[in-house]
Structures are given as structure tokens and as C-alpha cells.
């Protein structure tokens, strides 16, 4: 095979290539921006404050250490949706019945109808975890989003390098002898010398 004619493939194969990095980086994104926007949006809309910073709210020890970075907050990331979630909300419901589920609650509740305590924990603890798999599913859209944004930016520099590799691919292409062969032969195993014996 002529060795200008393996260049030319090599550097078509690395133009395609950075096209595709190109279009898989824009895609990425865009389904970025697309998750950010749409949970920022959607929570803003929810209008969730975080408890002000020096707060009661924020003294016990499963809350505070998670939710002092962001204190007097409006509530508009993922980040902040899955602290909310796991570290406010999930600490409050357990302090409902004492750390029994909405499962357990209702399915005692339903054996014991006239049990008003029980009806009340069971309204209660159903709105608090309605309100938590909300935000814990915000958070995960958003977490798909950022990903997004590493893929994108993955492929942003490795469509640049291969945009670099082709243009030396092009370069060399260029420079090579038309009639110039590329060298596939491979030299013949050295023989065996026979020992010497004195």
C-alpha cells in the first residue's frame, strides 16, 4: 500500500472522528443545560427556603453539618434537593411515628380507622415523603445533567486532540512521496548460531 494512501485514511478516520466528538460533545450539552434548566425551574417554582443560618432548624446534629452551607437558601439546585431531602425532611418523618414508614403507619391506620393519632401520622408522613421522592427526583435528573456536562466536556477535548492529530496527519500527508511504499515487510528471524564447543 502506498503511504500517501494510508495517510489519507488515517486522516479521513480522524476527521470523522472529531465530527463525531464534536456532535456527541454538543449533544451532551445540551441535555446539560436542558436538566440544569428544567430543575432549577421546577424547584425555584416550589419556592423552598433552607432554615436561616443560626437557626434552631439547623442546631441538630443530623441536620446542621448538611444544611449549614446552605442556610437562608432558596432551594433551585439538585444538590441542595437531595440535602434537603435526606437531611431535613427524612430526619423530621422519622420523628413522626417514631421512625416508623408511611407503609407501616397506613396499614396500621387502615386496621384501626377510628385511631385519629394514627390517621394524622399517616397524612402526614405521606405529604413529607411525597415531598422528599419530589426532590430526591429532582436531584437525580440533575445528577444525569452533570454528567452530561463531563461527557461533554470529554468530548470537546478529545474531538480537539483528534482535530490536532489529523492536521499533522494532513501536514504529513502532504509531505510524503507519492510513490513512497509503506513499509510492511518485516526482517527474517536472526539464525541460530551453533554453540562453539572447545
Do not use: C
Amino acid at each position: 500500500m502506498r503511504r500517501r494512501t494510508f495517510d489519507a485514511i488515517t486522516t479521513s478516520i480522524g476527521i470523522g472522528l472529531t465530527l463525531v466528538l464534536l456532535v456527541a460533545g454538543g449533544l451532551a450539552l445540551w441535555g446539560y443545560n436542558f436538566a440544569n434548566d428544567n430543575v432549577r425551574d421546577q424547584l425555584s417554582a416550589q419556592q423552598i427556603y433552607f432554615p436561616a443560618k443560626g437557626s434552631d432548624a439547623l442546631k441538630p446534629a443530623d441536620i446542621g453539618p448538611y444544611l449549614n452551607k446552605y442556610a437562608g437558601q432558596k432551594l433551585t439546585r439538585g444538590d441542595q434537593a437531595q440535602a434537603y431531602a435526606d437531611h431535613f425532611i427524612a430526619v423530621h418523618l422519622r420523628e413522626v411515628a417514631d421512625g416508623k414508614t408511611y407503609a407501616q403507619v397506613s396499614s396500621a391506620a387502615q386496621a384501626d380507622p377510628n385511631n385519629a393519632q394514627l390517621q394524622q401520622q399517616a397524612n402526614t408522613l405521606f405529604k413529607g415523603e411525597a415531598l422528599r421522592s419530589m426532590l430526591l427526583e429532582a436531584y437525580a435528573f440533575w445528577k444525569i445533567g452533570q454528567i452530561a456536562l463531563w461527557a461533554a466536556i470529554a468530548g470537546f477535548v478529545g474531538a480537539a486532540v483528534m482535530a490536532v492529530l489529523s492536521a499533522l496527519g494532513a501536514i504529513h500527508l502532504r509531505r510524503t512521496d507519492p510513490a513512497a511504499e509503506l513499509d510492511t515487510k518485516t526482517a527474517p528471524p536472526a539464525a541460530a548460531t551453533e554453540p562453539v564447543i572447545a
